[in-house]
T-cell receptor
């Protein structure tokens, strides 16, 4: 299982773009990169998933360099409601069982 | 769709008691799993199931049993509760097959305290 490393916490202000980088040096050829968001007292919620280059949806963008040893989740123009813990997961398994939730990155958005 | 539902939301047990945490999903997902989350930590996989009648152990299975008699339900049984099992428990479900999406849908969680 690929181990991931993320910053423990980050602070930002409303309206700013936030970039959270995840390191996964031993990512395997078949592994995908998936990000989840978790609010207090709730279960995690899927944000975005990618394999290489760039993926964008209505919530975020995911940038993956050619060597795939890291990835960056980009949240455009954050608001107070984006305050949450963000998890980076790496793995290849449709059920998600072979992926590991680390401690995640605690993002705090200030007014 | 209700998605993934869990009952109860809160539970207090005494050491040695047993109980079952209920989980149900109405999305016809083949895969279901149970996680526990301790304060300030990520989620750890307890047990999972890839279909009715098929279960397997995750990272921290000791002290827990599961069964999967239907696609919809995946109950988690605590055999003899211990204070170390005080945690928040999340149930999740996901698609199987050839999809390349590894999106798991999580329930709202059960907060368990063992005294």
């Amino acid at each position: 299982l690929a181990k991931t490393t993320q910053p423990i916490s980050m602070d930002s202000y409303e309206g700013q773009e936030v970039n959270i980088t995840c390191s996964h040096n031993n990512i395997a050829t078949n592994d995908y990169i998936t990000w989840y968001q978790q609010f207090p007292s709730q279960g995690p919620r899927f944000i975005i998933q990618g394999y290489k280059t760039k993926v964008t949806n209505e919530v975020a963008s995911l940038f993956i360099p050619a060597d795939r040893k890291s990835s960056t989740l980009s949240l455009p123009r954050v608001s107070l409601s984006d305050t949450a813990v963000y998890y980076c997961l790496v793995g290849f398994d449709t059920g998600g069982f072979k992926t590991i939730f680390g401690a995640g990155t605690r993002l705090f958005v200030k007014a | 769709n209700a998605g993934v539902t869990q009952t109860p939301k809160f539970q207090v047990l005494k050491t040695g008691q047993s109980m079952t945490l209920q989980c149900a999903q109405d999305m016809n997902h083949e895969y279901m799993s149970w996680y526990r989350q301790d304060p300030g930590m990520g989620l750890r996989l307890i047990h999972y199931s890839v279909g009715a009648g098929i279960t397997d152990q995750g990272e921290v299975p000791n002290g827990y049993n599961v069964s999967r008699s239907t696609t919809e339900d995946f109950p988690l049984r605590l055999l003899s509760a211990a204070p170390s099992q005080t945690s928040v428990y999340f149930c999740a479900s996901s698609y199987s097959g050839t999809t390349s999406s590894y999106e798991q849908y999580f329930g709202p969680g059960t907060r368990l305290t063992v005294t």
